[in-house]
């Protein structure tokens, strides 16, 4: 067998390693950010129908610019968006590598606040795109003095605003997202896979009128239970779709993907219905940990970066040997926790209080 330093890779992917969360088979898996309460029943036998329906349509390719689900996908988030400014693929890291194939590329630059999330930098040497992180704030915050010297002194071709942010969870204002377009002429693309958990925030979408450069992604995969479809979308201007219909496979979504997701978005009341509990699942579990002294910083997602660990790295084993799964994100002192169900996250409350108090392990 060949190793990889034997093949004429690309330069920019020399040394580096894929996106690896761990995928271990435990009762509670609590490190990716998905929405872990089951699916509605109603949701489950529509969706079979439509699936069967399109499987005897598989011998033809799928509908290339998936009106319907566009067309599903405007109705869900409003603010008077017509199809033709929501554009969909398989994730949106799909919908992320879109962007950076039409936007970004060779000589151009990706520049976002970290710590934040570790698929960009992957995306960015993918796509031959430089990568310029700058840190963010004592609080993880991004303030709009912030983002406007960095933006000033890196001149970015893109940029990435994370809201809520992955993975401390902080939330992002509107004030920052207006003064970051206004700071450059190149694409802002504000990321609000979180948004259905962030009630306290209007979404930059409500920002798009009059500003062709700014792009709203989202996802199924966390509020939605939909991890496993691969379902991003996106709203913008509908110039920015004409711009990533030159970049994407033809027939990228499959006509299964299209099914599935417009019935999610039909039943998306009953989709989202624990939406609210997980939040106070997540408040449950930071109350809990901050009583035993940890640090549980601000969050708007369903998940919590909590520090007060002397070794992340042993309490994520130590973790994984009672069959709890957390992310160790390379946050010093730090473990994000994904708020779970009432059960789950009970077990990983006693689980931590096992540990004794903040600084123990
Ligand atoms: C989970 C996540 C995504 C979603 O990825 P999908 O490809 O849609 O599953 C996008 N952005 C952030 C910040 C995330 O945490």
């Known amino acids: 067998m060949a190793e990889l330093s034997d093949l004429p890779l690309r330069d920019n992917l020399v040394g580096k390693t894929p996106y690896g969360a761990p995928q271990a088979a435990v009762p509670v898996s609590l490190n990716v950010n998905e929405n872990t309460h089951p699916l509605p029943e109603a949701f489950i036998a529509e969706a079979t129908e439509a699936l069967a329906a399109a499987l005897r349509g ?42 950076l194939q039409a936007f970004g590329g060779p000589g151009r630059t990706l520049m976002s606040f970290t710590p934040t999330y570790s698929m960009y930098p992957l995306l ?85 009128p009059g500003r ?42 499959s006509g299964l993907t299209q099914a599935a997701a417009v019935t999610a978005v039909k039943h998306s009341e009953a989709m989202l219905a624990t939406v609210g509990e997980i939040r106070a699942q997540r408040d449950r579990l930071g109350v809990a940990l901050a009583e035993r002294g940890y640090t549980v910083h601000e969050s708007g997602a369903n998940f919590l970066l909590v520090g007060g660990f002397a070794d992340p790295g042993a309490v994520f084993e130590r973790l994984r040997a009672q069959g709890i799964l957390v992310r160790d994100l390379g ?31």
């Not at 700014?214 to 496993?228: D, E, N």
Request: proline share 4%.
């Open 212 to 253: 062709h450069r700014l792009i709203v992604s989202r996802t199924m995969s966390k509020a939605f239970a939909f991890a496993g479809v691969r379902l991003g979308y996106l709203a913008a201007d509908s110039a920015v779709v004409d711009a990533l219909r030159l970049v994407r496979l033809p027939y990228h979504l």
């Open 124 to 208: 960015a040497d993918g796509t031959d795109t430089g990568w310029i992180g700058v840190p963010r704030d004592a609080d993880f915050r991004v303030t709009p003095e912030l983002a406007v010297a960095a933006i000033r002194e890196h001149q970015p071709d893109i940029v990435v605003l994370c809201a809520p942010n992955n993975p401390t969870g902080t939330p992002m204002s509107l004030e920052t997202v207006i003064a970051a377009y206004d700071a450059f002429d190149g694409i802002l693309v504000v990321d609000e896979a979180y948004k259905e958990f962030d009630t306290a925030t209007e979404s930059a979408i409500s920002l798009l």
């Open 331 to 361: 946050i010093a002192g730090h473990v994000r926790i994904t708020a779970g169900t009432e059960s789950e996250t009970s077990t990983v409350i006693s689980a931590i209080e096992e540990f004794g108090a903040a600084g123990s392990v």
């Open 58 to 99: 598989v011998n033809r390719y799928p509908d290339r610019e998936f009106m319907g689900l566009r067309e599903a996908l405007a109705g869900y988030l409003g603010y008077g968006l017509t199809p033709e400014q929501v554009w969909a693929a398989n994730g949106s890291n799909e919908v992320l590598q879109q962007i």
